[in-house]
């Protein structure tokens, strides 16, 4: 006698998963507690994402909110290691001349100016405060994006005639002035008084977490002679024609100044070049080695939700074991009990999954809504993470479900 | 093929069966030979540790015997590898136990549906035939029942309408009164005795003469060897 046809494999697992769907909602308790590992992990490794990739996007975003077709030479000696640092270093003393000549001499340069940058005490109307104060050509204004809202910038005449002119952030404005207008009033830098010709439009933060609009912009050549004294400059800002041109244009300058200031091959350069896009470069590189670290923790987090759902489907298979042998009496053949309790298992793991994704995603939400977080919800995280449960569920299903499928019917039905 | 109704339901000769524990063995059947005819209610009966159990064991396709040949509905099933028995049990055969094994947290609809999910049939008149195997029972109006909420008798006989679903050739009552006081022993022994006369084919087995005594035939069972057939 042979034995009878089975339904297809994809009736029977769906018949199943109906049937372990309705057994793991009569045990409802001991599914929430087995699974709960499991949504912990999972919630744990998508908060952790979500931050990760907020933290990644809001620096790309200061970065970019600059321009990556940008450098900033700054007149200060590159950090050095430890042990060289006993040779002084020498800070090569940059001029506004230097912007001119790159813009002369270097094709692959767009713009370039030069700038003085200083954190000083300014008042008005009886309030005072403490800013950054960037002095800079109208060039610079427009490599650094810095444009009216209100008002207007200074201009190459301003520039020419050292005028004491001031563009101030709307941070500051507000800081200031509250709601009034600023534009016509009076704004002391240090003792020197401005007049406030326009407020720019907001630029965020920069990299460094500055408040980019807490600031107060003059003309470059008032900045030198009557505010800082000096006919140094402290950066240069140079714009390259594209990011992709952006090292060749590093290497260009770099040449350019080390024979301006007579710096010998092989000497230390006493200047450093920022590079927008090197820095872009670098943080997503950051970020990338953080989500290896998350995939790792990830990993763990789901190794051990898949503990707890091991020892309850063990357990499950013990208590059930009546039920087992009652199955196989009949009809289940051993490789039906095994299916059950895997797909239970799995089931489990899944539900246990989603639910980590859904406590996660309202966790991001919430810290988005009340302590200001960026808000990136990764999906991709979320999909990868129900698809790895399915799987764990698989897998630490295997071993309870074998032995579950081993009970001979007989003591099975002996059992408890 | 012979005509169907010649072949007799159940046809063992010689049917042997040695436990093996360590060293020491325990020969439980020696020799067991009987037929069932179609539509026959026989009781095995004995005292505990005749093999009567065993013998149950083995017509249910739960244990193997070391020997002998048994013929299921004309087929050799003796020697049949798990899958095949488990396929047997699920198409032929029907289980009513002492201790009722109903599932705790399913309605008696859901447990008379359990033995579906393990045939070919696709189930999709499950529900209606196990309402009425339900009714058939005289459980028609405790479809949504949970065990907990029904009596011992009418557990019994929730029990009795999910061996019944598949429409087996043979049912197999493991002591089905044990766990029931004398009046519902009584009312199931009845609905046996119905159901035999409907034509089902019942074995049961039962160490409680009086019990044994309402099936048509009485094998009784000693030292693993069937003693004495009555009528």
Known sequence: MTAPARPPHARRLWRQARLSVRLLAAHRLRTVLSASGLVAGVATVMVMVALGRGAERRVVDRVRALGTDLLVVTAAPAPRVAGRVRQVATTTLLRPTDAQAILDQVPRARAAAPAVHRTLVVRADGRNTTVAVTGTTPDGLRIRGISAARGRVHDEHEERERRRVAVVGPVLAATLFGADDPIGRELRIGTTPFEIIGVSRPRGVDPGGADLDNAVAIPLETALRRVVNVPYVDALYVQGRGTAELEALEGDVRVMLRERHRIRDGAPEAFTVQNQAVILRTERAAARALDRLTVGVAALAVVVGGIGIFAVMLISVRERTREIGLRRALGARRSDIRAQFVTEASLLAVAGGAGGVAVGVLVTLLGAALASWTLVIPWSAAAASVAASALLGIAVGTVPAARAARLEPIEALRAG | ?231
């Open chain 2, 1 to 231: 093929m012979t005509d169907p109704g010649a072949t007799p339901v159940i046809s063992v000769r010689d049917l042997r069966r040695t436990y093996r524990k360590g060293p020491t063995e325990t020969v439980v059947l020696r020799g067991v030979t009987f037929d069932v005819r179609r539509g026959e209610f026989v009781a095995i009966t004995g005292a505990s540790g005749s093999g009567k159990s065993t013998l149950m064991n083995v017509l249910g396709l739960l244990d193997q015997p070391d020997a002998g040949t048994y013929l299921l509905d004309g087929a050799d099933v003796s020697r049949a590898d798990d899958d095949a028995r488990s396929a047997l049990r699920s198409r032929h055969l029907g289980f009513v136990f002492q201790q009722f094994h109903l599932m705790e947290r399913s309605t008696a609809l859901e447990n008379v549906m359990l033995p579906l999910l393990y045939v070919a049939d696709d189930p999709a008149d499950g529900e209606a035939r196990a309402h009425a195997a339900l009714n058939a029972v005289g459980l028609g109006h405790r479809l949504t029942h949970r065990p907990g909420e029904l009596s011992g008798g009418e557990q019994q006989r929730v029990a009795i309408a999910r061996a019944l679903i598949n429409d087996p050739s043979l049912l197999l009552a493991d002591e089905p009164t044990g766990n029931l006081d004398e009046r519902n022993g009584a009312e199931l022994l009845a609905l046996l005795r119905s159901l035999a006369s409907a034509g089902r084919t019942i074995v049961m087995v039962t160490h409680d003469a009086g019990v044994a005594a309402r099936a048509d035939r009485v094998l009784v069972m000693r030292d693993g060897q069937l003693a004495a057939t009555a009528r």
